[in-house]
């Protein structure tokens, strides 16, 4: 290997590699039936799991990550507020629309704040499939602290809403999955139609699509909150035309 | 076959747990690190009184697991892509600013050829040493070091260390 002149540049990546490798494995834990699958020859049951798991929402995260880890991978501040971006952005998709003035965030979980506002433009990463033609999707995030001595369950409540030509049923299949999900099932709200899931894999997470309107879809995803939380976070949105 | 469920129940038992974290350092998915361990256990369950009596079963499963991990390496290069970290399936949430780091490191991570990923998953997670990641992996000692520079390389590159090396990532390394 030829000396670098960037030693603390090889030293830097390898402190991130072994970071991003311990984040990787932290919450791993060996099923208790691993032996016994083995011994009994039994195929592995999460194939079985995985046919079964929902294709739920995990895009406003790395949604968020795509807007403020640029190319290089560094992390920058997010940018101009789109509020303050001309809403002819949206111009050549003429379904969608900004939905920056005509949303608020009533009622918010104690102890959580806005990690940025108003709303982000974005592209959904985690998605399987590109975005709709005729649709654009928006990002609110709002974080509080992890518990004391659990610094992974930090609680979030992360806000995708995509305008145009929106399909719920073909959002959701787009969407990547998580480890035990349960169905959806229709959710109470004041207007439109919604479905909604739990999952109680590492972090309890809930999901709902909520279509108020023929042309808007809000999804609201609520990771280490109370699906209780994350319901009355999504029934306090209000909406004007 | 004639092996002793006990012990090998007890191995797997007290070293089970850091064989899955090995498995998931070197495929970057977790279920997919589930499958492989249970295969490279089955084939060691088969041999399990030879392999036991020799002491250090430990290793041949490390060794198995790195040759699967290639194999499964290959399938999925033949796959669409899937984008996406199993961090935020379900898996963890890191502090905000920390998660998108890891992010960053992981989307460089996960790109990089099998060969210079679990090289540097050997030597700089799990702390072998070029001699013993070359054992390991079946390669000399030299195809390591090429390994690890390019990777330490691509590293450096795509997330512009070069530039930045005086500067703190932020959220990083905590």
Sequence with gaps: MTAHSGEPADERARELVRDYLDGLVEDVELPDDMA???IMGSAPPRRARRAAQLSLVCAAVATVAVTTVLGA???????PS????PVATAAGRPAAYDPTAMIKFGYVPAGLREENTPLLPGPGLMETRPVPEGTRRWLMVYRGSAPPGQRRKVPLIIVTVTTGKVD???TRDTLHTLDQARPFGPVWVPRGTATGSTSRGHHHQSIVLWRPRPDLVILVQGVNVATEETYRFLRGIALSD | MNADPATFTA??????AGLLRFAVALTGDHDLAEDLLQGALERVYRKWDRIARR?????YVRRALVNATRDSWRQRQRRPERIGLRDEEGGSYAPWDEMLTRKAVGGVVERLPHRQRTVIVLRYWADLTEAETAKLMGVSVGTVKSQAHRALKALREQLSLDDQANEPVRGAGR
Excluded at chain 1, 74 to 79: L, T
Excluded at chain 2, 11 to 16: L, T
């Design chain 1, 36 to 38: 016994l699958r083995v």
């Design chain 2, 55 to 59: 002491g250090d079963p430990e290793s």
């Design chain 1, 168 to 170: 719920p049923s073909a």
């Design chain 1, 82 to 85: 789109p509020a303050a971006s």
């Design chain 2, 11 to 16: 191995f797997v038992e007290e070293r089970g």
């Design chain 1, 73 to 79: 991978g560094i992390v920058r501040d997010p940018g």
